[in-house]
């Protein structure tokens, strides 16, 4: 087609280009339309959140407030905590049970040994100690007892010793009782100037594991 005033062809091509635009339009809007009801269908919750996201609010909301909205009202139903049935395992009883204490010996007749003589021996417990672990423990662990030896006492010293009376809880005290007899007397020395009575007196022990 030709024009006299020689535009002809430069309208032609921009009545064109606008309906190119226009048909451009029209496609967009139909993607965006099918899209919207695609998500409208198949995802109601992420279009509810897009909507409210973008504007669907006169005020804008974060992304916090608009999970928010959507969440479960709080419980506020009162609960009695007293019937409330709690599912803990029974208690264990200590199984630790602390060994008897054992009776105070007495011998007819025999005097206690006085406080210079048990001092001697409080300072020499180690002997005491010494036979009761190496000859009652190592038998029987859990070994206890009490032992009165008498003891005879002259010229500063003891000369001899002898168990008087004993309650052990098994036969291992025995063994305990015969090294006490040995080395008990070479043991329990009195410091100088202490002044006992010579005779005959008793020294109560006692013994239990630690």
């Given at each position: 087609?030709?024009?006299?005033?020689?535009y002809?062809p430069r309208?032609?091509?921009?009545?064109?280009?606008?309906r190119?635009?226009?048909l451009n339009?029209?496609r967009a809007?139909?993607v965006t339309?099918t899209?919207?009801a695609f998500?409208?269908?198949?995802c109601?919750?992420?279009?509810?959140l897009?909507?409210?996201a973008?504007?669907?609010?006169?005020?804008?909301?974060?992304?916090a407030?608009a999970?928010?909205?959507?969440?479960a009202p709080?419980?506020?139903a009162?609960?009695?905590?007293g019937a409330?049935?709690?599912?803990?395992?029974?208690t264990?009883?200590?199984?630790?049970v602390?060994?008897?204490t054992r009776p105070r010996?007495?011998?007819?007749?025999i005097?206690?040994?006085?406080d210079?003589?048990?001092?001697a021996?409080?300072?020499?417990e180690?002997?005491?100690?010494?036979?009761?672990q190496?000859?009652?423990?190592?038998?029987?662990p859990?070994?206890?007892?009490?032992?009165a030896?008498?003891?005879?006492f002259?010229?500063g010293?003891?000369?001899?010793?002898?168990?008087g009376?004993?309650?052990?809880?098994s036969?291992a005290?025995?063994?305990?009782?015969?090294?006490?007899?040995?080395?008990a007397?070479?043991a329990?020395k009195?410091?100088?100037?202490?002044k006992?009575?010579?005779g005959?007196?008793?020294?109560?022990l006692?013994?239990?594991?630690?």
């Open positions: 087609m030709r024009s006299d005033s020689g002809g309208i032609a091509i921009e009545d064109l280009d606008s190119l635009r226009l339009a029209r809007l139909r339309t899209l919207t998500v409208m269908r198949h109601p919750m992420y279009a509810l897009l909507f409210v973008c504007g669907g609010d006169a005020k804008p909301k974060s992304a407030a999970a928010a909205a959507f969440a709080p419980d506020t009162k609960v009695d905590l409330v049935k709690t599912n803990l395992p029974p264990v009883s200590d199984s630790f602390a060994p008897p010996l007495r011998i007819e007749n005097p206690d040994a006085p210079a003589l048990m001092e021996v409080q300072r020499e180690g002997i005491s100690r010494f036979c009761y190496e000859f009652g423990q190592k038998s029987d859990k070994l206890v007892g009490a032992v030896l008498v003891v005879v002259d010229v010293k003891i000369w001899s010793a002898r168990v009376a004993d309650d052990w809880s036969k005290g025995k063994a305990v009782n015969a090294c006490l007899v040995e080395k007397p070479q329990w009195l410091l100088p100037g202490a006992v009575v010579p005959k007196y008793v020294v109560q006692r013994f239990r594991p630690t």
